[in-house]
């Protein structure tokens, strides 16, 4: 059956517009409500957001919605989402929602889902809460005095803060450290830089005054440049990227080099695996991490399994096979011993651990392998099944086999924007560019034609 709501990260659109708009919303609350309230699950619900404007909005239609089912509601303020994850748990709710559309741009906003738990929701649930959305909910709404109450909460970041502290070997400081955070203006802007500083490092940051419509804007994991910049001025030691929602991580060594999620899963799968603590004897990542990943940890007795785009499927990998580390090359890393989800101020604390135990640079830490050529680009969409027409169809496979046993080749229409991305990778760097080009090129004359 398809999704008319959900995408691979929850539900995600431009802000007032379908289907992020307040009765959508709503009707989002009041569905999920009544689905936990009917199976027996308790009456508390907290909401997280990042600092998107539409977040104001998006809030109180989500409470409005809750309430009306009878559900209480705890509102915790600009937070990161592995802190909803976190406090779902420790606050003994039965729904966590976090507003915010991760590393997208202001104008987009979203709803992510948690369960009691702390994971996401289930493809199945995720199907019943939409039959619900689309059915008339007015006759099982919560009565007259049953109506929930809502409430903000004062203070839970702190218990993330030190939540995220003692994921560190106990009496490690980071004392000596210089280190440049980019909160890129998002949920993070307080979280980062106090628990960096709280563990002795002097701490730098930029991108932490956010207006509302300046999240993501040219900073955090997806635009470096200002960080490498200022990690150049301050003659930092790194710098840490996270995105709008703090859920992924990049870093940046003492010499303006980026390091991505691949290289940072690479340091934590060997360092966890000298420690003994590595489960699953491997690592899983999904389809888009570079070869050189997947030779490297072959070449220390681990493998690596991987999964379709999307931290959900990596997260169910784990759970499913037993692994506690997992993740994304764009920095989304999901260390279960810790988290349910991606969290990338955990992540960055646990190289910075290896860092300290080794007093080596980050440079030196962080490069385990040398990449294998890659090349991804996307092509924008404009409606259609343009990976079903029979001229795409036979440039991939072409691709595939000017590419061989030597490479990879891996086309797939983006789960929350109107793109194909097309990415290649492989020993040869022209051929690589040269497989890619060509896909592209015959997916945007179709996209023209049509």
């Known amino acids: 059956m398809s999704r008319k709501y959900f995408g691979t990260d929850g539900i995600r659109g431009k802000a007032n517009s379908f289907p992020m708009t307040p009765d959508i919303a709503m009707k989002v609350g009041m569905a999920v409500g009544l689905l936990f309230r009917e199976t027996g699950q308790g009456k508390r619900v907290v909401i997280g957001k990042d600092t998107r404007l539409s977040g104001y909005m998006l809030e109180n239609a989500l409470v409005a919605g809750f309430t009306a089912t009878g559900m209480d509601v705890f509102l915790l303020g600009p937070i990161p989402t592995p802190a909803v994850a976190m406090l779902c748990r420790s606050l003994r709710a039965d729904i966590g929602v976090m507003i915010s559309a991760s590393h997208n741009p202001y104008y987009d906003n979203g709803i992510k889902l948690f369960g009691p738990d702390g994971f996401k929701l289930s493809d199945e649930l995720e199907m019943q809460i939409e039959t619900l959305i689309e059915a008339d909910m007015s006759g099982k709404l919560a009565g007259n005095g049953e109506i929930g109450r809502a409430k903000r909460v004062e203070g839970d970041i702190y ?27 998002g949920a993070a ?49 790194l ?20 390091i991505d999620g691949d290289q940072l899963m690479a340091v934590i799968a060997e360092s966890w695996t000298n420690a003994g603590r590595l489960t699953g004897k491997g690592i899983v990542a999904t389809v888009m991490s570079n070869l050189g990943l997947e030779r490297f940890l072959s070449d220390i007795g681990l493998t ?13 990998h784990m759970r499913e096979h037993g692994f506690n580390v997992g993740g994304e090359q764009s920095g989304h890393i999901v260390l279960s011993d810790f988290s349910t989800t991606g969290d990338g101020l955990v992540s960055a604390l646990q190289i910075l651990a ?46 595939r086999d000017r590419l061989g046993t030597a490479g990879r080749l891996v086309i797939r229409p983006s789960g929350t924007e109107p793109l194909i991305r097309v990415m290649a990778e492989g020993d040869d760097r022209t051929l690589v560019e040269a497989v890619v080009n060509d896909i592209v090129s015959v997916i945007s004359g179709i996209r023209t034609a049509a």
């Open 159 to 185: 218990r993330y803060t030190e939540f995220a502290k003692r994921t560190l070997p106990r009496n490690l400081s980071l004392a000596g450290l210089r280190i440049v955070v980019d909160c890129a203006n």
């Open 189 to 237: 802007y307080k979280v980062a830089p106090s628990a960096l500083w709280e563990l002795g490092a002097d701490v730098v940051t930029i991108n932490d005054e956010p207006n509302g419509v300046n999240i993501n804007e040219d900073c955090g994991s997806t635009h470096p440049v200002g960080l490498i910049k200022k990690v150049h001025e301050v003659r930092a030691d």
């Open 239 to 258: 710098g840490i990227a996270l995105d709008g929602d703090a859920d992924r991580v990049l870093m940046v060594d003492g010499d303006g080099n980026v």
């Open 304 to 316: 690596l399994a991987r999964t379709k785009v999307g931290d959900r499927y990596v997260v169910e």
């Open 354 to 399: 290896v860092m300290q135990e080794q007093q080596r640079p980050l440079s030196e830490v962080c490069r385990k392998f040398e990449p294998v050529p890659q090349l991804l680009k996307n092509v924008r969409t404009t409606g259609g099944k343009p990976l079903e027409d029979i001229t795409v169809k036979s440039a991939i496979e072409d691709g």
